[in-house]
């Protein structure tokens, strides 16, 4: 993401707790801040993109942190998949320091991050999302950066997100499990359903990679569980049944404690397979 902010030619101050990124962005002529402190300071839009809610709170309210030394007019995007009232907390706290914080996450995954293709499910202040708009463009198509509403409705956008891809991936595993048990070529059966009303994306990308048991990450098993977590207490919070996505967080959960939390979540297939007998 931040590599495609330098191709688009924007001035850009990084900063990780691996150095890793950091040279290699710099080498694409990013500047580094040696804190996320040192980028609140040279910076009026921050992106953040980080694991979970704990690590955005940390980066923001902990020391050295953004808050303490956020600079007044400054929009802070975060684009971590983390809890509603996590995310409107932050907005709370970020408008008392005269800035802005909008909740930004997205879809689209790794491949759509190299591509500068990811969707951006945005809640917030409509106004700072239009300040930020052409930056939020260089990593993102225009026609998917989507407003959504106020401050969380980006998170529960992105709820909305994981539970459809979840409740999908597992009956793309099924119905290949099925063409498998009856000795039907599972990537011709693919091929069919995608002329049909059964085609997805989830059937075009992560159907190949169950038939062909490719699992290297795109997106860790172990973050899609969190994912999940929060997508179901979500759900529990508005009084809504998690019904298959409770039954799909523990096919994740299977997949994890069999080891394999570092592999692609589409790899929940493969627990499914396995319950077949395949």
Same mark, same amino acid.
């Given at each position: 993401?931040?590599l495609?902010?330098?191709k688009?030619?924007f001035? &850009?101050?990084v900063?990780?707790r691996?150095?890793?990124?950091?040279?290699?962005?710099?080498? *694409?002529?990013?500047?580094?801040?040696?804190?996320?402190?040192?980028?609140?300071?040279h910076a009026?839009?921050i992106? @953040? !993109?980080l694991?979970d809610?704990?690590?955005?709170?940390?980066v923001?309210?902990?020391?050295h942190g953004?808050?303490?030394?956020?600079?007044?007019?400054?929009?802070?995007?975060?684009?971590s998949?983390?809890?509603?009232?996590?995310?409107?907390r932050?907005a709370?706290? *970020?408008?008392?320091r005269d800035a802005?914080?909008l909740?930004?996450?997205?879809?689209?995954g790794?491949?759509?991050?190299?591509?500068?293709?990811? @969707?951006?499910?945005?809640?917030?202040?409509?106004?700072a999302?239009?300040?930020?708009?052409p930056?939020?463009?260089?990593m993102?198509?225009?026609?998917k950066?989507?407003h959504?509403?106020?401050?969380?409705a =980006?998170?529960?956008?992105?709820?909305?997100?994981?539970?459809?891809?979840?409740?999908?991936?597992?009956?793309?595993?099924?119905a290949?499990?099925?063409a498998? %048990?009856?000795?039907?070529?599972?990537? %011709? &059966?693919?091929? $069919?359903?995608? =002329?049909?009303?059964?085609q997805s994306?989830?059937?075009?990308?992560?159907?190949?990679? !169950?038939?062909t048991?490719?699992?290297k990450?795109?997106f860790?098993?172990?973050?899609?569980? %969190?994912?999940?977590?929060?997508?179901t207490?979500?759900?529990?919070?508005?009084?809504?049944? $998690?019904i298959?996505s409770s039954?799909?967080a523990q096919?994740?959960?299977?997949?994890? *404690?069999?080891g394999?939390?570092e592999?692609?979540?589409s790899?929940i297939?493969?627990?499914i397979?396995?319950?077949?007998h395949l």
């Amino acid at each position: 993401m931040a590599l495609n902010l330098r191709k688009h030619g924007f001035d &850009v101050i990084v900063h990780s707790r691996s150095r890793g990124p950091v040279d290699a962005l710099v080498a *694409a002529g990013a500047r580094a801040g040696d804190s996320p402190a040192g980028v609140a300071l040279h910076a009026r839009v921050i992106i @953040t !993109m980080l694991p979970d809610g704990p690590d955005v709170s940390a980066v923001l309210e902990g020391e050295h942190g953004v808050f303490s030394a956020l600079q007044p007019g400054t929009v802070i995007v975060d684009s971590s998949t983390i809890a509603p009232a996590t995310a409107r907390r932050l907005a709370l706290e *970020a408008a008392g320091r005269d800035a802005t914080y909008l909740d930004a996450p997205v879809s689209g995954g790794e491949i759509g991050a190299i591509d500068g293709t990811l @969707t951006f499910m945005v809640g917030g202040d409509g106004r700072a999302l239009a300040q930020v708009l052409p930056i939020l463009s260089a990593m993102g198509k225009p026609e998917k950066i989507v407003h959504v509403g106020e401050s969380g409705a =980006g998170q529960i956008c992105k709820a909305c997100n994981q539970i459809v891809l979840a409740g999908t991936m597992a009956v793309v595993a099924e119905a290949i499990a099925l063409a498998r %048990k009856n000795g039907v070529d599972p990537m %011709k &059966v693919r091929a $069919a359903l995608m =002329g049909g009303f059964a085609q997805s994306r989830v059937l075009d990308v992560h159907g190949e990679r !169950m038939i062909t048991a490719n699992y290297k990450p795109g997106f860790k098993a172990k973050l899609f569980k %969190k994912d999940l977590g929060i997508a179901t207490a979500a759900l529990a919070e508005a009084g809504v049944p $998690a019904i298959t996505s409770s039954v799909v967080a523990q096919l994740v959960a299977a997949q994890i *404690a069999a080891g394999r939390g570092e592999e692609d979540y589409s790899a929940i297939g493969d627990v499914i397979f396995e319950l077949a007998h395949l």
